[in-house]
């Protein structure tokens, strides 16, 4: 898969796929790096290392966009 770019409200993530990891991506929020990787139901659920304080809900939703946009 090629790498994407998502749009939530006024802005842009670019989403690339880690290399020889399938469904693994790496999407830089805020000056963060987050790996999204499915969980054991097969949802994409972000990593978040460091303890930054993440907006969760903007980490799920672009967790749920990701699996939309790998879906077609």
Known sequence: M???T???NANRYDVLPLNGHAHRYKVNVNGFDVIYEP????YLRPEV??????NMSLLL???DRIQETELR
Request: no cysteine.
């Open 2 to 4: 090629k790498a994407f």
């Open 6 to 8: 998502i749009k939530h």
């Open 39 to 42: 969980d054991m139901d097969g």
């Open 49 to 54: 290392a460091g303890g930054y304080n993440a």
């Open 61 to 63: 939703d672009l967790a």
